[in-house]
């Protein structure tokens, strides 16, 4: 059991920071003076994997928390969890919020990643 639920912190890790690259990738490309052809498709395949791999994310940070805790309770990894829950949902509502959804879906994107780095450092600080 302690073997898995770490196998399944460092997926969700993998998974959040997949998640986050799509964003920072087409940033790159747009800035890009010189924009190689082979970049359209590394973007095209992450854009169609995002939401695949954020509702892997939520299963998984779900399963994970619960086997490191064995319940479910006021924890940085839940606070964590419920971001990426946010950010799921804002994207289920995006036709009846309109083009403004977008920023803050990538402004969650940013929160995430704060809360990942003191969810790994500091996991009891809420103890």
Known sequence: MHMTYQILGITSAVL???Q?????FRRIYKYLPK????????LKFLRRAHVYTGIALLIVGFIHG?????????H??????????LAFVGFLFKNKVGKKWIFYHRIMGFVLIALFFVHYFFPWLLK
Do not use: R
Not at 20 to 24: G, P
Not at 35 to 42: E, G, N, R, V
Not at 66 to 74: C, P, Q, S
């Open 16 to 18: 959040l920071f997949f």
């Open 20 to 24: 986050i690259s799509l964003f920072v």
């Open 35 to 42: 924009k190689p052809t082979w970049f359209p498709l590394i």
């Open 66 to 74: 619960y086997l490191a805790l064995g319940t479910i309770k006021l």
């Open 76 to 85: 940085t990894g839940l606070i964590l969890w419920l971001g990426i829950l």
